[in-house]
């Protein structure tokens, strides 16, 4: 059942002018309408909690482009307070709302509450020498990849303790529904609902092409081993936070405990959208 909107935190794109200027107006109309506010700049090294007092947020709104969108989410995400984009960025397939109708947009939230879609989210860890050096949610991906210089890696995929491939690759991506639309479709990865709780599996240039694009199950475990390393290696979280690797380390993907909570807006559905920004025909 939709629930009542008493307090919105507003999170704006640092350093973006469209994004600040918006963010004060919106925040005027809010409290013009009797909804407590926070404002907020966000940073992606920012440390601390995600909210602040003097209320806990029903929502938050995000005021920037689909990569501002999935750094806040990644710290907003333990608190399952649900999140609203507002795109002023380029694409925007995550953040539902544009600059030119978010009034209408809050209007209709205000007045007949808040319904959320939950989304499926991972975990990864790293284990080097079976202790984990590193670990971090993703929205999107998690992708085990080679550095500058062009030469192959190898790596071992298992899932669940059980081989699916050994290869020698520029690297591989493991997808949430949600970043099926990302990296994954531009290195072949099938697109996949955003309702289902799975996770895409997909090769970037596999020699040979020795590995399809999998498809399986959430509840499973997926581990990418690095065998041999070249050159550098990196672990990278939806495109925005790195890790550096060394042969032996095993990089493990699980569902996070935790999803991505979205604010659902009425509107154009799943396959309307992917028309509208290009991705079918």
Known sequence: MPSKIECIHIVTKMGDRVAGKLGSEIAAWLAARGVSVQ???????????AVQEPCRPDMALVLGGDGTLLSVARKFMPTGIPLLGINVGHLGFLAKADVGDWPARLEKLLELGLDVDERLALHCEVLREGQIVHQSAAINDVVVSRGPMARLI??????????????????????????????????GGPLIHPALEVMGVTAICAFMGNLRSLVIPADLTMDILVEEVWGDVFLTEDGQQGQRLVAGDLVRVTKAKQGLRLVHLDGAGYFTTLQDKGFTR
């Open 39 to 49: 404002v907020q700049e966000h940073r992606q090294d920012s440390g601390g909690s």
């Open 154 to 187: 190898r790596l071992r995929l298992f899932c669940e303790g059980e081989l699916v491939a050994a290869l020698r690759a520029d690297g591989v991506i493991v997808s949430s529904p949600t970043g099926s639309t990302a990296y994954a479709i531009s290195a």
